[in-house]
């Protein structure tokens, strides 16, 4: 099983740029997690979905955009890239927001020079 | 004050030895996960618990909600289990409930 896919795994930016991260998973899972994991810190999350057709901010969505395409897909994007904005992001999904085990895709390394 | 801290940052061991990670955590939780980070960056869940202990293979995980604490064990270590090992509380509020992430355990087990 695939589980959680995300692309890309690495991505060079320059400042002002824009890009989407892609995620997708095939569990039939009802939430959705977009989070940043930055050195020192834990990972911090920046936007969620609860189901299909919602999207609620987290803890840090400032320059950043999702979209909840269908069940499967959860993208998030960056409209004008800032060096601060330089992270590991990683797409999570679980069955729902209570108590259920979450899984996580393979991160996407993303550099803003 | 983070909500979630974990004990120690870094932990070098020497292969069979017994590890422990700790986790301790300040606000009211429904659950607790303990994930692992290998190098190269993917994230696995390897424990959800919210009162007990629970236990795959070499792998122990307790918690003790009176205390506000959590223990991961891992027994006859190894150096596939030099990993980042990563506590995550999910946190009762008044939206739902949502993950607070430690900063996570960096493991090296050496042969």
């Known amino acids: 099983n695939a589980g959680v896919t995300q692309t890309p795994k690495f991505q060079v930016l320059k400042t002002g740029q824009s890009m989407t991260l892609q995620c997708a998973q095939d569990?039939?899972?009802?939430?959705m997690y977009w989070y940043r994991q930055d050195p020192g810190m834990g990972l911090r999350l920046i936007y969620y979905s609860a189901s299909e057709g919602t999207t609620d901010k987290g803890e840090v969505p400032n320059g950043y955009n999702v979209s909840r395409l269908n069940k499967r897909e959860f993208s998030l994007r960056l409209e004008s890239a800032a060096p601060s904005q330089t992270s590991v992001y990683f797409c999570?999904?679980?069955?729902?927001?209570?108590?259920?085990?979450?899984?996580f895709g393979q991160g996407t390394r993303l550099t803003v020079v | 004050k983070n909500e979630v801290e974990q004990s120690p940052q870094n932990l070098t061991a020497q292969e069979g030895e017994f590890i422990t990670i700790n986790c301790s955590y300040s606000v009211g939780i429904s659950a607790l996960h303990w994930l692992q980070q290998h190098p190269g960056g993917g994230i696995v869940s390897l424990f959800m618990?919210?009162?007990g202990k629970k236990k795959h293979g070499r792998l122990i995980a307790t918690i003790n909600i009176q205390e506000k604490h959590s223990s991961l064990h891992i027994t006859a270590s190894h150096p596939r289990d030099s990993a980042v090992y990563i506590c995550a509380v999910r946190v009762i509020t008044g939206g739902g409930n949502k993950l607070t992430f430690g900063t996570g355990t960096q493991l090296k087990v050496e042969l």
């Open positions: 618990l919210s009162s």
């Open positions: 569990m039939n899972h009802n939430s």
């Open positions: 999570a999904s679980s069955w729902d927001r209570g108590n259920t085990e979450a899984f």
